[in-house]
T-cell receptor
């Protein structure tokens, strides 16, 4: 099946650090990539949708200056959490889709812990 | 506003029996529905999907049923196996966006 690689799988860093998470579709061209955040015992919360070559569309309440998304190619999207603080600690998951409506394929997520 | 709801947070089933996971939605514009399976500390894995023009789709032990009039979706797993123990999310799609339920944790007892 389709493979989406997300890296790193775990990050622990100090408050104020910026953290970059990469999401790559390994065997298909992803016209659309999604970034989600999951809190314990809660559903996946969509943060933003990005289409290759254009600016990401952020969900209400998600600070675009805090969560910078770049989708520069059909196989790579990055999420940068700028000046991270403890409340940004969470499980971040990306997904990629070749074209809708089709299943989106998920990365294995990144556990971000800000001290 | 939660447009996709999974009202049962957990379900326990004996190995070999049928597992039925349910999902309700409110938006009649949804045109594609999916089920994902998720293990702890991993991303969700796609299981099975169904278009809104169908009412049933089957893939091996997994069958998804769609009742559009009731805005209800269900996933049947038969026979259930211990390896099926995981959290199952239903999702609905419209307008290049997916909406997820809160998940049902399935435990299959050997």
């Amino acid at each position: 099946g389709a493979v989406v690689s997300q890296h790193p799988s775990r990050v622990i860093c100090k408050s104020g650090t910026s953290v970059k998470i990469e999401c790559r579709s390994l065997d298909f061209q992803a016209t659309t990539m999604f970034w989600y955040r999951q809190f314990p015992k809660q559903s996946l919360m969509l943060m933003a949708t990005s289409n290759e070559g254009s600016k990401a569309t952020y969900e209400q309440g998600v600070e675009k200056d805090k969560f910078l998304i770049n989708h520069a190619s059909l196989t790579l999207s990055t999420l940068t959490v700028t000046s991270a603080h403890p409340e940004d600690s969470s499980f971040y998951i990306c997904s990629a889709m070749a074209g809708g409506p089709q299943p989106q394929h998920f990365g294995d997520g990144t556990r971000l812990s800000i001290l | 506003d939660q447009q996709v709801k999974q009202n049962s947070p957990s379900l326990s089933v004996q190995e070999g029996r049928i597992s039925i996971l349910n999902c309700d939605y409110t938006n009649s514009m949804f045109d594609y529905f999916l089920w994902y399976k998720k293990y702890p500390a991993e991303g969700p894995t796609f299981l099975i999907s169904i278009s809104s023009i169908k009412d049933k789709n089957e893939d091996g032990r997994f069958t998804v049923f769609l009742n559009k009039s009731a805005k209800h979706l269900s996933l049947h797993i038969v026979p259930s196996q211990p390896g099926d123990s995981a959290v199952y999310f239903c999702a609905a799609y419209t307008g290049n966006q997916f909406y997820f339920g809160t998940g049902t944790s399935l435990t299959v007892i050997p």
